[in-house]
Nanobody, 125 residues
Framework: QVQLVESGGGLVQAGGSLRLSCAAS????????MGWFRQAPGKEREIVAA????????DYADSVKGRFTISRDNAKNTVYLQMNSLKPEDTAVYSC??????????????????WGQGTQVTVSS
């Protein structure tokens, strides 16, 4: 079992940056694909980025490509989401999640079994 705790959310002006962190418990963190998701009020949850076991492969939603970067440090059991050039439409609750069914980020939302509680990101215009 994996427990996930996000941090780093907050209020930022458009064009600014934030770095989210997700700390995981458990000794098998390196065997989970990790993903960042977000959900804005009245909208469905969407995947933002995901990263493979080793960190060698990552995938991004088209809406964040070139602005967001996902990374992981398996020695620290932590996954990060660096968010640059933030836009008001990035406002959402961001959650990290773990997929134990794959080694590369090919899973769908239902493949992510473990979830954090989420952290609010608000981008003002």
């Amino acid at each position: 079992q994996v427990q996930l705790v996000e941090s780093g959310g907050g209020l930022v002006q458009a064009g600014g940056s934030l770095r989210l962190s997700c700390a995981a418990s458990g000794r098998t963190f390196s065997r989970y694909v990790m993903g960042w998701f977000r959900q804005a009020p009245g909208k469905e949850r969407e995947i933002v980025a995901a990263i493979s076991w080793s960190g060698a492969r990552s995938d991004y939603a088209d809406s964040v490509k070139g602005r967001f970067t996902i990374s992981r440090d398996n020695a620290k059991n932590t996954v990060y989401l660096q968010m640059n050039s933030l836009k008001p439409e990035d406002t959402a609750v961001y959650s990290c999640a773990a997929d134990g069914s794959h080694s590369i980020p090919v899973g769908t939302t239902t493949d992510y079994r473990y979830w954090g509680q989420g952290t609010q990101v608000t981008v003002s215009s």
